[in-house]
């Protein structure tokens, strides 16, 4: 069956660490990848994406991700969080022949100040 | 923020009530989604529409069924609710099915 798998279900870090969220799925093909971020109490917002061209994306706040097409994986990264950062991440994959897309279970982030 | 509003935002009911939910867009896009979102499974797919009167399938759509009958609006029934149904709903809407999605606030929804 089609999935997407993150590493971590709870990551906790201190200020100024860094940050990196593993996500990994199970198509073939051409796939379009997202990172969402949800803050506590609030609706999901996009962080990034990738859709082609350069593997490594740079999002919103800092965020960034690598496509890695050999490991079927999209890893977060961040070189050093903040308090604010604390929220749940969740990777989702689009296989582009589908109109579906598959939200992994997501990881949900504490940074301690 | 894009502009879609979900209503209600909480409810609480009894179990093999009908309960309906409702999406609204003001952006005119294509796309609309139903999630649920529920502690250790992310996001799963419910129902989705491609347009006025075109919906499919999700993941999870056993119970649930949904209706388009304009573009700015996509409703989700459940026609007779079960405890299993108690979870956050949200509704998601793109342009097109290859652009990012825009999630509304969520509608907390518990049957007991």
């Known amino acids: 069956a089609q999935s997407v798998s993150q590493h971590n279900h709870h990551v906790i870090l201190s200020e100024a660490a860094s940050l990196e969220l593993g996500c990994n799925y199970s198509y073939g093909g051409t796939v379009n990848l997202f990172w969402y971020v949800q803050y506590p109490g609030q609706h999901l917002q996009l962080l990034l994406k990738?859709?082609?061209?350069?593997?490594l994306v740079k999002g919103i706040k800092g965020f960034e991700a690598e496509f890695i097409k050999s490991k079927f994986s999209f890893n977060l990264r961040k070189p050093s969080v903040q308090w604010s950062d604390t929220a749940e991440y969740f990777c989702?994959?689009?296989?582009?022949?589908?109109?579906?897309?598959?939200f992994g279970p997501g990881t949900s982030l504490s940074v301690i100040p | 923020d894009a502009g879609i509003t979900q209503s209600p935002r909480h409810k609480v009911t009894e179990t093999g009530t009908p309960v309906t939910l409702r999406c609204h867009q003001t952006e005119n896009h294509r796309y609309m989604y139903w999630y649920r979102q529920d502690p250790g499974h992310g996001l799963r797919l419910i129902h989705y529409?491609?347009?006025?009167?075109?919906?499919d399938k999700g993941e999870v759509s056993d119970g649930y069924s949904v209706s388009r009958s304009k573009t700015e609006d996509f409703l989700l029934t459940l026609e007779s609710a079960t405890s299993s149904q108690t979870s956050v709903y949200f509704c998601?809407?793109?342009?097109?099915?290859?652009?990012?999605?825009?999630f509304g606030d969520g509608t907390r929804l518990s049957i007991l």
């Open positions: 529409s491609y347009g006025v009167k075109d919906t």
């Open positions: 989702a994959v689009r296989k582009t022949s589908y109109d579906k897309v598959i």
């Open positions: 990738y859709f082609s061209g350069d593997p």
């Open positions: 998601a809407i793109s342009q097109e099915v290859d652009q990012p999605q825009h």
